[in-house]
């Protein structure tokens, strides 16, 4: 396969809102030794991004200024160790940076195959999310067989994609929204409740629904005062995951609950850690989830697309909560 040696790609003209974001011509990258060069057909949107555009979540150091941490494209270079046989491949893959671009390069370890069910779009809004997912519900989470899930912001992208592996895992799933049409979204995924948080007391209405007992793991981005609320709504044993801030890491808790119900507090983040356990899950979700996709019992739900040369109204789509399901960037390239 041959390529161009320039690529359009975004840059962040400084720390601001979407206005800050352009287009430049950049030259291609080249893979290093385990690496890959994929062209590009799609990059996922992801709160981080908007982050980063912000200024509050710079890449790790080494790492292209460049955003997006999800990709789909067709491999066309390999680096040092991996296979001439991957090159035209349809993959997906988690980057760390790049995404946002014509060409990115890619750990082979942290790329996927594309399931069949779904075209290079769809699978551009996988890995970040299902990487997430998978790794916080189930491994930190350790949601088991019959037990609860409450999901905070089940509309969003990540919600979307924890409402459905949590149910597909025998769990009962309650999810939060913010209107109507968000808690129908979310029950149409597959949640036995949704909860309108505008208009609902989550904290009342998970303690009716469970009878008292409360829920077994609380899936969290907002912080602020949802912390202490998801604390006072755990069942014994509990799990609390916190992925995210839209509000404040800062707060005033009482943590009489941890004690007498033996709760656990727990959370991460996933763009600073080593290939080598970004692997790991990798592998878990090639066992575990990439058979649920390939036979359509779950997918992604792709809200809008929009061309590269319009990511500053994706961030916008973004920022506004409107959306349901998975922005995603469509690269023609």
């Excluded at 400084?14 to 385990?34: L, M, N, Q, T, Y």
């Excluded at 949107?45 to 494209?73: F, K, S």
Aim: charged share 20%; glycine share 10%; proline share 6%.
């Amino acid at each position: 396969m041959t390529w161009p040696q320039t690529m359009k790609q975004v840059r962040f003209s400084g720390a601001g809102g979407p206005e800050v974001i352009e287009i430049e011509i950049a030259p291609v990258p080249s893979p290093g030794d385990g690496q890959v060069l994929i062209k590009v057909a799609a990059a996922g949107v992801n709160r981080p991004d908007c982050l980063q555009r912000a200024g509050g979540y710079p890449p790790p150091p080494g790492a292209t200024a460049v955003p997006g941490l999800e990709i789909a494209g067709h491999v066309v270079a390999v680096g040092n160790g991996v296979p001439q046989s991957r090159i035209g491949e349809a993959v997906c893959a988690l980057v760390i940076s790049g995404g946002y671009a014509e060409y990115a390069v890619a750990d082979d370890a942290l790329c996927l195959p594309v399931p069949k069910p779904l075209s290079l779009v769809e699978a551009g809004g996988l890995p970040e999310t299902y990487f997430t997912v998978y790794d916080n519900v189930f491994t930190r989470g350790r949601l088991r067989t019959g037990e609860t899930i409450l999901v905070h912001g089940g509309s969003s992208g990540i919600g979307s994609t924890a409402i459905q592996l949590a149910k597909e895992a025998g769990a009962t799933v309650y999810a939060t929204a913010g209107s109507a049409e968000k808690c129908a979204f979310c029950l149409s995924l597959g949640a036995d409740e949704a909860i309108d948080y505008r208009a609902q007391d989550f904290v009342a209405e998970a303690r009716r629904l469970t009878g008292g007992k409360g829920v077994d793991v609380v899936l969290d981005m907002v912080g602020g005062p949802y912390v202490q609320r998801n604390l006072n709504i755990l069942a014994v044993e509990g799990r609390l995951v916190q992925i995210a801030f839209l509000q404040t890491s800062k707060v005033d808790l009482d943590l009489m609950n941890v004690m007498l119900r033996r709760l656990t507090i727990t959370g991460s983040t996933l763009r600073a850690r080593s290939v080598a356990l970004k692997t790991e899950i990798a592998e878990e979700l090639r066992r575990h989830v990439w058979p649920l996709l390939e036979d359509g019992a779950v997918k992604p739900i792709v809200h809008a697309t929009f061309p590269l040369e319009r990511a500053r109204e994706a961030h916008a789509l973004m920022e506004s909560s409107a959306h349901l399901g998975k922005i995603i960037l469509e690269i023609d390239s």
